[in-house]
């Protein structure tokens, strides 16, 4: 579903009064029939309300377009499920995008401390003996070797993304661009690898054997 920001119609503030909750849910019953009609109308009522709600909490537009797309289609997937006594609709499509701009500050805050934990791990390799002892270059390069064997055991498409964006220092939508991928799968390609990589590296070498699991191939 294409977003762009600053389209709407004369409703697409997002007041809602008692007759307005009425029309919601008249949209809601209509995707619950599968009609595309009603999730059309629902987008262009509260579009501009959940993009801003996103950018309140994720100040970042790229992301908050996604978590635009990502509401829509997750209010269109849930319509079946419901319940009008629980929240207006209105209410549930912003608890919706909380959840989701949360899930995406997670996600960035978890990206950001593993690109930290190897610019240190690289910056700590360049200073050589001069600044460290044996025992810690040692260390650092059995890390390195340790993480170099998880990274090969991740599926092609995942180690790939990886390369690129902690070594590469590419963005994820200019991988997207490079690799000719959807910049919603290498979210989800990132978020995996890294997933795997972390559980692999608190995992005892006993258990783990220093693979890491596959699981997905994306």
Request: glycine fraction near 12%.
């Amino acid at each position: 579903m294409a977003w762009k920001h600053g389209e709407g119609g004369e409703n697409g503030g997002g007041e809602t009064g008692g007759g307005e909750t009425a029309l919601d849910w008249s949209l809601v019953r209509r995707m619950r029939d599968g009609d595309p009609g009603g999730l059309a109308e629902l987008w262009g009522r509260y579009r501009e309300m959940v993009y801003g709600h996103a950018v309140r909490i994720l100040h970042n537009a790229a992301e908050a377009e996604d978590v635009v797309a990502e509401v829509f289609t997750e209010v269109w997937e849930r319509a079946g499920s419901y319940r009008p006594e629980r929240a207006k609709p209105v209410a549930w499509i912003l608890a919706l995008v909380k959840r989701r701009s949360i899930d995406c500050l997670r996600h960035r805050q978890s990206v950001l401390r593993a690109e930290v934990g190897l610019q240190r791990e690289t910056e700590a390799r360049g200073r050589g003996d001069g600044s460290r002892g044996v025992e810690e270059q040692v260390r650092l390069s059995d890390l390195r070797r340790s993480l170099e064997g998880m990274l090969e055991r991740l599926p092609e498409a995942q180690r790939k993304t990886v390369e690129l964006v902690f070594y590469g220092g590419m963005s994820q939508k200019e991988v997207a661009r490079r690799t000719a991928t959807p910049v919603g799968t290498v979210k989800t390609r990132l978020e995996l690898a890294l997933r795997k990589l972390r559980q692999a590296m608190r995992e005892p070498p006993a258990r783990s054997g220093g693979r890491v699991r596959q699981g997905s191939a994306l």
